[in-house]
T-cell receptor, first 112, second 113 residues
Framework: KQEVTQIPAALSVPEGENLVLNCSFT??????LQWFRQDPGKGLTSLLL?????REQTSGRLNASLDKSSGRSTLYIAASQPGDSATYLC???????????FGTGTQLKVEL | DVKVTQSSRYLVKRTGEKVFLECVQD?????MFWYRQDPGLGLRLIYF???????EKGDIPEGYSVSREKKERFSLILESASTNQTSMYLC????????????FGPGTRLTVL
């Protein structure tokens, strides 16, 4: 059974800092890995999807990487802003590829 | 843009009531999902549907049922609401096929008194 872990559970950084969020998974036979953002009391917003054949994916200030052999993905946020404050979740598809297994998230706070 | 909408943002019901949560997506996606999210427990899959009239149990189906009569609409039903079903409910959809991107609705915060 796939297990997805995100460390740290919470992170606080000053505005402008570059930061990395970590995601680890136990089953390397994944179809893809998806990163989401969740604001308090809201639904999940898809940030990036990395296919199993890809090494990384970029969108604006966000860059996600995937290393299947080591069971790791990272989300890099450049030049962080207070508006980036949210909980970030990673999730992977395994097995038949139809169900996501979610990590428990990293709560990010970017301070002025 | 993909849009997944949920019928209510906030809902308050009484114990024993029958509750319907509605979800609609506008991208002709085959797969739809219902999750609940609780502090410390993360997102847990309740039910999912591969296509119209098809459904499968997720990890925590007890106390819930679902209906998918039309492709764009997926309903979650609490037959007799209980206080332990107080939670945030999230609907999602995706195109059929392994590894396709999943999109979520805004969530419904359900409180059962």
């Amino acid at each position: 059974k796939q297990e997805v872990t995100q460390i740290p559970a919470a992170l606080s950084v000053p505005e402008g800092e570059n930061l990395v969020l970590n995601c680890s998974f136990t089953d390397s036979a994944i179809y893809n890995l998806q990163w989401f953002r969740q604001d308090p009391g809201k639904g999940l917003t898809s940030l990036l999807l990395i296919q199993s054949s890809q090494r990384e994916q970029t969108s604006g200030r966000l860059n996600a990487s995937l290393d299947k052999s080591s069971g790791r993905s990272t989300l890099y946020i450049a030049a962080s802003q207070p508006g980036d404050s949210a909980t970030y979740l990673c999730a992977s598809y395994t097995g038949g590829g139809n169900k996501l297994t979610f990590g428990t998230g990293t709560q990010l706070k970017v301070e002025l | 843009d993909v849009k997944v909408t949920q019928s209510s943002r906030y809902l308050v019901k009484r114990t024993g009531e029958k509750v319907f949560l509605e979800c609609v997506q506008d991208m002709d996606h085959e797969n739809m999902f219902w999750y609940r999210q609780d502090p410390g427990l993360g997102l847990r899959l309740i039910y999912f549907s591969y296509d119209v009239k098809m459904k499968e149990k997720g990890d925590i189906p007890e106390g819930y049922s679902v209906s998918r009569e039309k492709k764009e609409r997926f309903s979650l039903i609490l037959e007799s609401a209980s206080t332990n079903q107080t939670s945030m409910y999230l609907c999602a959809s995706r195109r059929q096929g392994p590894g396709n991107e999943q999109f979520f609705g805004p969530g419904t915060r359900l409180t059962v008194l």
